[in-house]
């Protein structure tokens, strides 16, 4: 039973130390219809009421909610909530954690889900600083939480509602006991899921599901039988279906992310497959270092090759 809880434990810890769901988000709206022209593609409801729902590949936006601005427009906005998303989109491309997030709060009370999600990432990234109280950061987790659920509520057609909750929804895991995390973990994967079908252009939410995968994975099959005795139907996966979707990620955003290159190293190491392996970790050394974790990957790259050396 620990064994089976310490597999679904990681999983928690592999979301909070993927960055690429935090920090590292591309500020750029990718319409889906790069067929109109540009005048026409600055008005994004009157495409979709001719033709169909237009969805932001970056900003999670449907036609059913508020839509960003393109690069460039933010002059010509004057709708409140959009004035709103293009300022916290602004902060946040600049990192500034406490002031996204002091300016958000006030909008709490909105019943846009894009202003919604947004108000979730940051109250989830202000829990992680750490200079943030531990007593301060268990409210902050459930506060961001119930945004992501308010977000999803509003605009269930959102991709990145179904990303944020599931992200928040696992975090609220480490303060419900190894019970609720095993329970929530079917949850995180079906809105993965559902991120994905909603855009399949987001290799956050790809990756994502690729560590659900994986970490279901290391789990040995003993121990399953253990926790089948426990709990019906124990989350289960296979390192093929984790390398997919890590594929599928490299796909969609060719060297987004170095974690996601050392996942797909570490993924074929399980495979035995030494060679692409080595290939992959070889290309996490080529990354630039732009963050902390870029230099860990490079750091258990690094390991993971002369492992692979030694054994060969």
Known sequence: MSAFCHSVLRLSNFITRSRIAVKRLKFVSRPLLPA???????LPMICAAGVLPVVHAW?????TSTPAPEEGTTAEV???????????????SLGDTVELYQFLIQHKDSDDAGILWRLARATRDYAHLSTCKPEDRKTLTYQALQFAEQALHINPKDFACHKWYAICISDVGDYEGTKAKIANAYVIRDHFKEAI?????DATSVHLLGLWCFTMAEMPWYQAKIASVIFATPPTSTYDEALGYFLQAESVDPGFYSMNLLM???TYMRLGNTS????????????PSKCEEDTQAKLEAEQ??????AAS
């Open 36 to 42: 109109c022209p540009p005048a026409v593609r600055k």
């Open 59 to 63: 900003w999670g936006q449907s036609s």
């Open 78 to 92: 004057t709708d409140p909530v959009q004035q709103a998303i293009v300022q916290a989109d602004e902060l946040y």
């Open 197 to 201: 079908a909603l855009n399949p252009e």
């Open 264 to 266: 797909l190293g570490k």
């Open 276 to 287: 692409a392996a080595m290939l992959w970790l070889e290309k996490v050394q080529t990354c």
């Open 304 to 309: 993971l090759l002369k492992t692979l050396g």
